[in-house]
């Protein structure tokens, strides 16, 4: 049983964004700010420091 310690691409790009300001534009018209920490076993986005913004009604998207 062999392991490597050389990062995958994937893992690569994701060492890069830590601690950088992200801004994620969500499905229901939020924006959420914040510092980048992680992502969980789900793939889930982890902010720190992090705001939340809403669009004004008219400009958020129609609920399904």
Do not use: H
């Amino acid at each position: 049983n062999t392991t490597s310690n050389a990062a995958t691409p994937g893992k690569q790009k994701l060492c890069g964004w830590l601690n950088k300001n992200f801004k994620i534009e969500m499905t229901d018209g939020r924006v959420l700010i914040g510092v980048f920490l992680c992502t969980d076993r789900d793939g889930n986005v982890i902010l720190g420091s992090c705001s939340e913004y809403l669009k004004p009604e008219g400009k958020r998207p129609p609920k399904m």
